[in-house]
């Protein structure tokens, strides 16, 4: 069995992305019986439902989370629903800004994560880290992501869904004034910690983690 379990690239001036760094981390991992599968997707409204699903088709996951940054945030925010709008405040890293335009014509207004997010939340908090739930992934590619991701799997019993991160103290080092950020350790066992939840498994090993995750 395969969990995905993807990140985005830097974005927006930044020289890392914690999303990446925690997936990558994770790659290699076991929960219970299933093994984590870290894919980088490009902050791209182009390139990253194309990566999303060449995934999907690769790996026949059977439980998929995709992380994406939200500066500013002070805990790992677990989102509840995707909207089928595309409304950039920056461009993406092809210099693209679409405005109020939506994710799939033919789609519904919104979809719900199919990951039993309070039960993660409360885990989470449960193991002494600061977790939420989100009702706003945003309208940048963070919410395209996850958008395409619950259109792609409804209907197949695939949990799925969208977890947004803080930033990591070095990047809060470079921006006055310093936003609110973790460390990637914490991040790291916070999201090992949900994967599991999501699973419903207890056990956890790092024996057959992979720094070098691969990229797509």
Same mark, same amino acid.
């Given at each position: 069995m395969n969990i995905l379990l993807t990140g985005f690239d830097p974005f927006?001036?930044?020289?890392?992305?914690?999303?990446?760094?925690?997936?990558? *981390? =994770?790659?290699?991992?076991?929960?219970? +019986? *299933?093994?984590?599968?870290?894919?980088?997707?490009? $902050?791209?409204? $182009?390139? /990253?439902?194309?990566? &999303?699903?060449?995934? &999907?088709?690769? &790996? *026949?996951?059977? =439980?998929?989370? @995709? &992380?994406?940054?939200?500066?500013?945030?002070?805990?790992?925010?677990?989102?509840r629903v995707a909207v089928n709008l595309i409304d950039a405040r920056i461009p993406d890293n092809d210099g693209q800004r679409p405005l109020d335009q939506p994710v799939r014509a033919d789609a519904p207004a919104g979809y719900f994560s199919t990951l039993p997010v309070k039960a993660m939340r409360d885990a989470l908090r449960q193991a002494g880290h600061p977790a939420g739930l989100s009702l706003t992934a945003g309208a940048?590619?963070?919410?395209?992501?996850?958008?395409?991701?619950?259109?792609?799997? /409804?209907? $197949?019993?695939?949990?799925?869904?969208?977890?947004?991160? !803080? *930033?990591? !103290?070095?990047?809060? @080092? #470079?921006? #006055? !004034? +310093?936003?609110?950020s973790m460390a990637l350790a914490a991040q790291v066992a916070a999201i090992g910690l949900a994967l599991a939840v999501a699973m419903g498994s207890t056990s956890i090993s790092a024996a057959a983690a992979d720094e070098g995750a691969p990229t797509s």
């Open positions: 927006g001036g930044e020289a890392i992305n914690p999303s990446w760094e925690v997936a990558r *981390a =994770l790659n290699g991992q076991f929960i219970g +019986a *299933a093994q984590v599968h870290a894919r980088q997707l490009p $902050t791209s409204f $182009t390139g /990253a439902p194309v990566a &999303l699903g060449r995934a &999907l088709d690769a &790996l *026949a996951p059977v =439980l998929v989370v @995709a &992380l994406g940054q939200a500066s500013g945030r002070a805990e790992i925010s677990i989102e940048f590619v963070c919410n395209q992501v996850f958008f395409e991701l619950q259109h792609r799997l /409804a209907g $197949t019993g695939v949990r799925s869904g969208f977890i947004h991160l !803080p *930033a990591l !103290p070095e990047q809060a @080092a #470079q921006a #006055q !004034p +310093a936003p609110p």
